[in-house]
């Protein structure tokens, strides 16, 4: 059985850096789901039960932080 959170731990680590420095120096959120419709058969099987968010400050973060905040955000349902 695939578990929910390391399959999002795992996408979240595989997002390259580039992808996440950069970001607008306003208040936001950050979210991951995955969508039902997704062609990836590990995801699949985790869509709709979980998701990961981070809030970071207003200011630069780099990957490592906004990962970090994105894992701890990591929110799994049953």
């Known amino acids: 059985m695939v578990n929910n959170k390391n399959a999002l731990k795992d996408f979240i680590d595989d997002i390259p850096a580039s ?7 306003i208040r936001y959120n950050l ?15 985790v869509a709709l ?7 970071p400050p207003v200011g630069e973060w780099n990957a490592e932080e906004v990962r970090r905040e994105l894992v701890k955000g990591i929110v799994v349902f049953r």
């Not at 996440?20 to 120096?25: D, I, N, V, Y």
Request: hydrophobic share 30%; glycine share 4%; aromatic share 10%.
């Open 19 to 25: 992808k996440l420095t950069g970001l607008p120096k």
């Open 49 to 55: 039960r979980s998701w990961a968010k981070a809030e």
């Open 31 to 45: 979210q991951i789901q995955f969508s039902k419709e997704t062609t990836i058969p590990t995801y699949k099987k």
